[in-house]
């Protein structure tokens, strides 16, 4: 979802920021993208949205040029394996909602001061149906999608007063890396 998504921004003309673990992988699609869109403006951020402390620090070292962010994307998300509630491994359940859940949080409050005193901005979350209806073997990974959506709205709520948007995408079925 979030090469898709920076595809398409890069077609309409947006600079980007590029996120992700793998830096490889960041310079490849933004090379791929530069090839296609000249135009384009890339900033590659190789991060594992995991270290909260870097997550935080992010938008205060960006370049100048790619300093102000109006669009946040927050797409990092992972399931680890279909496991019913009993059999649930503490250790893939702090991840999976540090990656689905707490990174996203930490990256909206980062992102979203910058667009409340700009006045502009666009916080997009990438949610799944899954956030919507569970299913077995789905515990954890349910509960992070359901809680993507309650944030959402609680931060729709939260901004009501500002020029901010503030989206959930929920995606049914898609073929993933995980899934």
């Not at 530069?34 to 992010?58: N, S």
């Not at 409050?109 to 919507?132: D, L, P, Q, T």
């Not at 789905?138 to 901004?159: E, I, M, P, Q």
Request: hydrophobic share 40%.
């Amino acid at each position: 979802f979030g090469a898709a998504a920076a595809w398409r921004f890069a077609e309409i003309g947006c600079k980007l920021v590029l996120v992700a673990r793998r830096e490889e992988r960041l310079k490849e699609l933004a090379a791929e993208i530069c090839v296609k869109y000249p135009q384009a403006k890339v900033h590659c951020a190789p991060l594992d949205m995991c270290d909260l402390d870097k997550v935080e620090a992010l938008a205060k070292t960006l370049p100048e040029d790619f300093a102000e962010v109006d669009i946040l994307v927050n797409n990092a998300g992972l399931a680890r394996g279909k496991f019913a509630a009993q059999e649930n491994r503490t250790e893939d359940v702090e991840t999976v909602i540090k990656t689905n859940v707490t990174s996203l949080i930490v990256s909206t409050s980062v992102f979203s001061k910058g667009m409340i005193s700009r006045g502009r901005g666009h916080i997009i979350n990438i949610g799944s149906i899954a956030g919507h209806e569970a299913y077995g073997g789905g515990s954890v990974y349910c509960a992070t999608k359901h809680a993507v959506t309650a944030f959402t709205t609680a931060a729709r709520h939260d901004l009501v007063g500002t020029p901010i948007r503030v989206t959930c995408i929920s995606p049914g079925f898609a073929e993933t890396e995980f899934s």
